[in-house]
């Protein structure tokens, strides 16, 4: 399991329905705030917080485009 999949695992159990992410959520997630990672570095304690607020400030547009990209995703 890559470090990516164990941050999204934990903070998923970790969180209330409304801010549970997937795979592609993290992606974009990672390529809008490039300066905060270092390597393939996914450490809860120092990507969690940012990740929320990151996750919040989406526009609920934002957040159903990121479902089907997601959606998509997985049949492929």
Do not use: G
């Not at 890559?2 to 992606?27: G, I, V, Y």
């Not at 390529?31 to 450490?43: A, H, L, P, Q």
């Amino acid at each position: 399991m890559s470090k990516k999949q164990q941050f999204l695992e934990e903070h998923n159990r970790l969180s209330s329905p409304e801010l549970r992410a997937d795979l592609t959520m993290l992606t974009h997630f990672r390529e809008d705030k490039i300066n905060i990672f270092k390597n393939d570095d996914w450490d809860l304690d120092r990507l969690r917080r940012p990740f929320i607020m990151w996750l919040t400030s989406l526009s609920d547009i934002k957040k159903e485009e990121l479902k089907i990209e997601e959606q998509k995703r997985l049949i492929s």
